[in-house]
């Protein structure tokens, strides 16, 4: 196997399918800055094969990093004591528990098989952040703990290298039961 050609590394501007940061029809370039994270954001198989791209910056990219608040939760700490009505939330607070949910929009993982729809208020925010002067967004990837995605909307502000084929191994799933079981009784 070869990796794909560059053309075929960048979205179709003609045929670009919706993603969490566009919707059909608008082409955005989604990267992961690790070889890990770009191949698990495709959410392969054992066997599958992946052509991973090596790109390059043309130009400088205005980009939103979205993952301040990754991995906790709005609802936390002084959220909680406020939603109890024990205090009242500063400006700040306030504003890092969006970005806190904004985040969470954004990297939450979704499988093939969810309600496109479901993409809808994280196109919208990203449609708002373009607007805004922001050529690319960044938000931390579920696939690994030192990856990033990042979200590029100006295609031509990026180059592609190289590109080299992968074969999926293995994929390393850790679980742990998160409530009771339940049993059937007899009748």
């Known amino acids: 196997m070869l990796g794909f050609r560059a053309?075929?590394?960048?979205?179709?501007?003609?045929?670009?399918?919706?993603?969490?940061?566009?919707?059909?029809?608008?082409?955005?370039?989604?990267?992961?800055?690790?070889?890990?994270?770009a191949i698990s954001e495709v959410r392969p198989w054992v066997?599958?094969?992946?052509?991973?791209?090596?790109?390059?910056?043309?130009?400088?990219?205005?980009?939103?990093?979205?993952?301040?608040?990754?991995?906790?939760?709005?609802?936390?700490?002084?959220?909680?004591s406020y939603i109890l009505g024990v205090k009242?939330?500063?400006?700040?607070?306030?504003?890092?528990?969006?970005?806190?949910?904004?985040?969470n929009a954004f990297s939450t993982p979704v499988t093939r098989s969810d309600d496109k729809a479901n993409y809808a208020p994280t196109q919208i925010l990203a449609e708002l952040f373009r607007s805004a002067g922001y050529d690319a967004i960044a938000y931390k990837s579920h696939f690994g703990d030192e990856g990033y995605n990042i979200a590029i909307s100006d295609l031509d502000s990026v180059d592609v290298v190289s590109c080299a084929p992968y074969q999926?191994?293995?994929?390393?799933?850790?679980?742990?039961?998160?409530?009771?079981?339940?049993?059937?009784?007899?009748?």
């Open 88 to 103: 009242e939330l500063t400006a700040q607070q306030k504003e890092k528990a969006v970005w806190t949910d904004i985040d």
């Open 168 to 187: 999926v191994k293995t994929i390393n799933i850790i679980a742990e039961q998160v409530n009771n079981a339940w049993y059937k009784t007899s009748s």
């Open 47 to 80: 066997g599958a094969n992946v052509s991973l791209a090596t790109c390059k910056l043309l130009s400088p990219l205005r980009v939103l990093d979205l993952s301040l608040g990754h991995g906790k939760s709005s609802l936390s700490g002084s959220i909680f």
């Open 7 to 37: 053309s075929r590394m960048k979205p179709l501007v003609d045929r670009a399918k919706e993603g969490r940061a566009n919707p059909s029809g608008i082409p955005v370039l989604y990267v992961g800055t690790t070889v890990r994270t």
